[in-house]
């Protein structure tokens, strides 16, 4: 069965560092999402791509997060310079385009990042 | 607009009892509704979805929730708790390629 692929699994880093983060979406679903979840809390969306283009990334904290998709597949998230209030779970997900009906997100395994 | 409550931040349940979490939705559109569940530090799983067809939907580990359009509610349901259905689960609206998410219910089996 088809998943979503993240790496890595875990990240710790110090404050002031860069880190970056990879998804790679289930091969054909066009829309890829990137969350952040602090713990306790539901996730948040950072940024969603439609292909290679951003459709929304209002949530994004644009002066140190940044996103691509160059290719319409895989994606990048990184943050620099990491700060301590980032410590989150950072979730990749993707969704099929369908014209009608419904759609559906599948999630990764997220990347558990540590921010000391 | 579109917005997710989830009613219940914590339910604590004896194993072997009924579970209900609970969900109200608001949405301009017929909306297609998920739950999701999260287990300490894993990603997000799909228990089950609502697509506009039986209002009735079962979904993984027994798991089952009703779409009552008249009062904008999407509970999930199980006859009897397991120690392992002890997670974090969300509620989600969709509409179109949106995805909006409640605030989490944490569940608690008892043993």
């Known amino acids: 069965e088809a998943e979503v692929a993240q790496s890595p699994r875990y990240k710790i880093t110090e404050k002031s560092q860069a880190v970056a983060f990879w998804c790679d979406p289930i091969s054909g679903h066009a829309t890829l999402y990137w969350y952040r979840q602090i713990l306790g809390q539901g996730p948040e969306l950072l940024v969603q791509f439609q292909d290679e283009s951003v459709v929304d990334d209002s949530q994004l904290p644009k002066d140190r997060f940044s996103a691509e998709r160059l290719k319409g597949v895989d994606s990048t998230l990184k943050i620099q310079p990491a700060e301590l209030g980032d410590s989150a779970m950072y979730l990749c997900?993707?969704?099929?385009?369908?014209?009608?009906?419904?759609?559906?997100?599948?999630f990764g395994p997220g990347t558990r990042l540590t921010v000391l | 607009a579109q917005s997710v409550t989830q009613l219940d931040s914590h339910v604590s349940v004896s194993e072997g009892t009924p579970v209900l979490l609970r969900c109200n939705y608001s949405?301009?559109?017929?909306?297609?509704l998920f739950w999701y569940v999260q287990h300490p530090n894993k990603g997000l799983q799909l228990l089950l979805k609502?697509?506009?067809?039986?209002?009735l939907v079962k979904g993984i580990n027994g798991f089952e929730a009703e779409f009552k359009k008249s009062e904008t509610s999407f509970h999930l349901t199980k006859p009897s708790a397991h120690m392992s259905d002890a997670a974090e689960y969300f509620c989600v609206v969709n509409t179109g390629n949106q995805f909006y998410f409640g605030t989490g219910t944490s569940l608690t089996v008892i043993p």
């Open positions: 609502y697509t506009s067809a039986a209002t």
């Open positions: 997900a993707s969704s099929p385009v369908r014209v009608s009906s419904y759609n559906e997100q599948f």
């Open positions: 949405s301009s559109y017929s909306p297609s």
